[in-house]
T-cell receptor
Framework: EAGVTQSPTHLIKTRGQQATLRCSPISGHTSVYWYQQALGLGLQFLLWYDEGEERNRGNFPPRFSGRQFPNYSSELNVNALELEDSALYLC????????FGPGTRLTVL | RKEVEQDPGPFNVPEGATVAFNCTYSNSASQSFFWYRQDCRKEPKLLMSVYSSGNEDGRFTAQLNRASQYISLLIRDSKLSDSATYLCVVNMHFGNEKLTFGTGTRLTIIP
């Protein structure tokens, strides 16, 4: 069974640009979670999508947004990138436990 | 006060030793608890769920103390492959899922 997949693996952007990150959950999972892990910090909850709707949101500004598609895959969009947005962005899907994808490492120059 | 607190370590432990980590959480209404491990530059992977009655999986034992609001993880007969960062994770809201992660405890097993 395929796990959670994310693309791209690495993404390099400059300040002010927009980034789009993608995630496909494990087959049969309808919930997708997004987390940010900045260097030296713990995982910070960003967004939770379930059945195509945003269910919960962490303490991040509105320039962090996303959506979930009918096939339960998800996109995370980060607008007006700032240097401190550089981090590993992890997507997870769940049945009981959450299973994580390998992450997208976003670097903002 | 952080919602989930862990000693960041690092813990440097000789191979074969027993090591224990504790984690405290602030919200007494927390519903479910987990330990994840994260290897360097990799994604977190579930190590074990933590139940009120305590649970054991091979060399690993996890316990939950709701009264004191802490979770523990015990690793016996530690192996080199146990070197990783161990993340304490708490689900605050049943039905409104939002896992809250501790910042992790870094463990290095020394040969």
């Amino acid at each position: 069974e395929a796990g959670v997949t994310q693309s791209p693996t690495h993404l390099i952007k400059t300040r002010g640009q927009q980034a789009t990150l993608r995630c496909s959950p494990i087959s049969g999972h309808t919930s997708v979670y997004w987390y940010q892990q900045a260097l030296g910090l713990g995982l910070q909850f960003l967004l939770w999508y379930d059945e195509g709707e945003e269910r919960n949101r962490g303490n991040f500004p509105p320039r962090f947004s996303g959506r979930q598609f009918p096939n339960y895959s998800s996109e995370l969009n980060v607008n007006a990138l700032e240097l401190e947005d550089s981090a590993l962005y992890l997507c997870a899907s769940r049945s009981w436990e959450q299973f994580f994808g390998p992450g997208t490492r976003l670097t903002v120059l | 006060r952080k919602e989930v607190e862990q000693d960041p370590g690092p813990f440097n432990v000789p191979e074969g030793a027993t090591v224990a980590f504790n984690c405290t959480y602030s919200n007494s209404a927390s519903q479910s608890f987990f330990w994840y491990r994260q290897d360097c530059r990799k994604e977190p992977k579930l190590l074990m769920s933590v139940y009120s009655s305590g649970n054991e999986d091979g060399r690993f034992t996890a316990q939950l103390n709701r009264a004191s609001q802490y979770i523990s993880l015990l690793i016996r007969d530690s192996k080199l492959s146990d070197s990783a960062t161990y993340l304490c994770v708490v689900n605050m809201h049943f039905g409104n899922e939002k896992l809250t992660f501790g910042t992790g405890t870094r463990l290095t097993i020394i040969p």
